[in-house]
């Protein structure tokens, strides 16, 4: 187990670290659930009084299923606007993008509940390219609080690709609470190029509140909003995942 591991994260690394580092906002748990399948919306609003920040938006429409005990692979479309001088665009279907998860070992088998998670996206628009995506999953509870860490890293390929690589790290605590309601908080930052690292304020970074939960039966929820702390971040950020199971 401890060489499959190993196998995994050189395959992430391999990837490189280009910008942004992050497809989604979305804190990913290193598991799969075997025979089920989800539809699942993602999404975020930037509110900033800057116009090429202000009203960015970006939503992400998925149909996943868990291939085996160890496998959940995602088919995902991506549209977005985004800054255009001092404008935003008009909503364009960006990506379309493959994303895998693979659980690494049993929940519990050791300290940390270790995970991979592998994507392509591939671009729906001329003029656009596609990007590789990887990241380190790892979770920990403790008794009632899970701690969840994405080491993000990110690569632009085809023609007009960007040659920097990317990086990034989000993080998720949560209090389980109730299965309806887990309050928490999240951290992310994006590095941008990890060669050429910029200053604490060229980078993005973000905290908030969230909350976490599971209704119906069927619905996971994940809402929360993020404060900018950095220049170069929105002022603040609506960020939500829906997930319907079945």
Not at 3 to 25: C, D, R, W, Y
Not at 188 to 208: C, E, K, M, P, R
Request: a negative charge; charged letters at 20%; proline letters at 4%.
């Amino acid at each position: 187990m401890r060489n499959k591991i190993l196998f995994f994260i050189v395959m992430v690394t391999a990837f490189g670290l280009s910008h942004p580092a992050f497809a989604e906002k979305a804190v990913f748990a290193p598991n799969a659930e075997q025979g089920e399948w989800e539809l699942e919306n993602t999404g975020l609003y930037d509110i900033d009084p800057h116009k090429d920040k202000n009203a960015v938006q970006e939503y992400h429409e998925a149909i996943g299923y868990g291939v085996n005990s160890f496998w959940h692979t995602e088919l995902e479309f991506e549209d977005e606007t985004q800054p255009s001088g001092d404008s935003i665009t008009p909503f364009q279907l960006t990506h379309m993008e493959w994303e895998n998860i693979f659980q690494l070992a049993p929940k519990g088998e050791y300290w940390l509940d270790p995970g991979i998670y592998l994507a392509y996206e591939a671009p729906m628009m001329a003029k656009q390219v596609g990007q590789f995506e990887g990241k380190i999953l790892l979770e920990k509870d403790f008794q009632k609080i899970t701690n969840i860490l994405n080491i993000s890293f990110n690569k632009q390929v085809g023609g007009g690709a960007d040659t920097h690589t990317d990086g990034g790290i989000s993080w998720s605590t949560r209090y389980r609470l109730s299965q309806y309601v887990e309050p928490g908080f999240e951290y992310w930052n994006d590095f941008s190029a990890i060669t050429h690292q910029l200053d604490y304020n060229q980078q993005s970074h973000q905290v908030g509140p969230c909350m976490y939960g599971h209704l119906f039966g069927h619905v996971n929820y994940d809402i929360g909003y993020l404060f900018g702390i950095s220049d170069a971040a929105p002022r603040g950020e609506i960020k939500w995942v829906l997930e319907y199971e079945f």
